[in-house]
């Protein structure tokens, strides 16, 4: 059972619009949130995070909000940009202490078109 | 990235060789993790270890085994390689002695694995 899923495999933007990727989680244990960003034939990289106890959190272009009611989180990027263009994972944690075992969402690919 | 190396970066074998996949990292961090990249299920953690000679079971641990001996290096090694384990292997590295747990995993480029 996927405990994150998101459930769009792929978004296509204007350059300049806003970007909006879905995330949703069913364990009401997961008390951290993390996006990452992953361009082909390198490694995931961090992108922005938010702790459960708060419902947004900004850096920058980047803005993810959580809903915890809904057990959804969603990333905003604005103005999107062609770098912007990437596979982008939602992952949540039980816990930051110690081990961070996260668990991924199967992945979203943002194309922004120019 | 964040001293992270993997190696090989790809590789090729037969099914039933065994095969051992390397991570070193240059930064001291305590814990190291294994995950494997598979369309439609995102990343996926096989294994992972918090000390020399500590490890523990991921969501997706069997058919792998993991050491580690150094702070710097951990090892996954399948056995006898499976079709089913093709799959591109991620290292990452979180725990930074000193600062807080909130430093997020960072990850190497992967190593590239197909079993033939």
């Known amino acids: 059972d996927q405990q994150v899923k998101q459930n769009s495999p792929s978004l296509s933007v204007q350059e300049g619009r806003i970007s909006i990727l879905n995330c949703d989680y069913t364990?009401?244990?997961?008390?951290?949130f993390l996006w990452y960003k992953k361009y082909p034939a390198e490694g995931p990289t961090f992108l922005i995070s938010i702790s459960s106890i708060k419902d947004k959190n900004e850096d920058g272009r980047f803005t993810v909000f959580l809903n915890k009611s809904a057990k959804h989180l969603s990333l905003h990027i604005v103005p999107s940009q062609p770098g912007d263009s990437a596979v982008y994972f939602c992952?949540?944690?039980?816990?930051?202490?110690?081990?961070?075992?996260?668990?991924f969402g199967q992945g979203t690919r943002l194309t922004i078109n120019p | 990235d964040a001293g992270i190396t993997q190696s090989p970066r790809h590789k090729v074998t037969e099914t039933g060789t065994p095969v051992t996949l390397r991570c070193h990292q240059t930064e001291n961090h305590r814990y190291m993790y294994w995950y494997r990249q598979d369309p439609g299920h995102g990343l996926r953690l096989i294994h992972y270890s918090y000390g020399v000679k500590d490890t523990d079971k991921g969501e997706v641990s069997d058919g792998y085994s993991v050491s580690r001996s150094k702070t710097e290096d951990f090892l996954l090694t399948l056995e006898s390689a499976t079709s089913s384990q093709t799959s591109v292997y991620f290292c990452a590295i979180s725990g930074i002695p000193g600062q807080g747990a909130e430093q997020p995993q960072h990850f190497g480029d992967g190593t590239r694995l197909s079993i033939l």
């Open positions: 992952a949540a944690i039980p816990t930051r202490q110690g081990a961070q075992k996260l668990v």
């Open positions: 364990n009401s244990m997961f008390d951290y």
